[in-house]
């Protein structure tokens, strides 16, 4: 099973910008999609963005345009550039991994995350 670990987060205020890193315990080269979830209180987990292996992405509506997803295969990292956050971005994100852009199977079991929240 393939571990994740999510880092990055922390108090940020309103109209920041911070990075989000997922750094993978094996190599994510064959991994066809991954993607950055965020769970609210009270809230179910969703999925805010993913990435294929070729590089197309694909964002919900709520971040799109703020947000951008990369992932570096040399260092089996993903990432989450955040900017101009909002208070509703508050959150726990965290990452995972598809054999296909269903999300229906993780490769991966669910960490910590991190803690992102967005006050002034």
């Known amino acids: 099973q393939v571990q994740f670990v999510e880092s990055g987060g922390g108090l940020v205020q309103p109209g920041g910008s911070p990075r989000l890193s997922c750094a993978a315990s094996?190599?994510?080269?064959?991994?066809?999609?991954m993607g950055w979830y965020r769970q609210a209180p009270g809230k179910q987990r969703e999925l805010v963005a993913g990435i294929s292996s070729s590089g197309i992405t694909k964002y919900a509506d709520s971040v799109k345009g703020r947000f951008t997803i990369s992932r570096d295969n040399a260092v089996n990292t993903l990432y989450l550039q955040m900017n101009s956050l909002k208070p509703e971005d508050t959150a726990v994100y965290y990452c995972?991994?598809?054999?296909?852009?269903?999300?229906?199977?993780?490769?991966?079991?669910w960490g910590q995350g991190t803690q992102v929240t967005v006050s002034s």
């Open positions: 094996r190599s994510i080269l064959s991994i066809y999609v």
């Open positions: 995972n991994g598809a054999p296909d852009d269903n999300f229906l199977f993780l490769l991966g079991s």
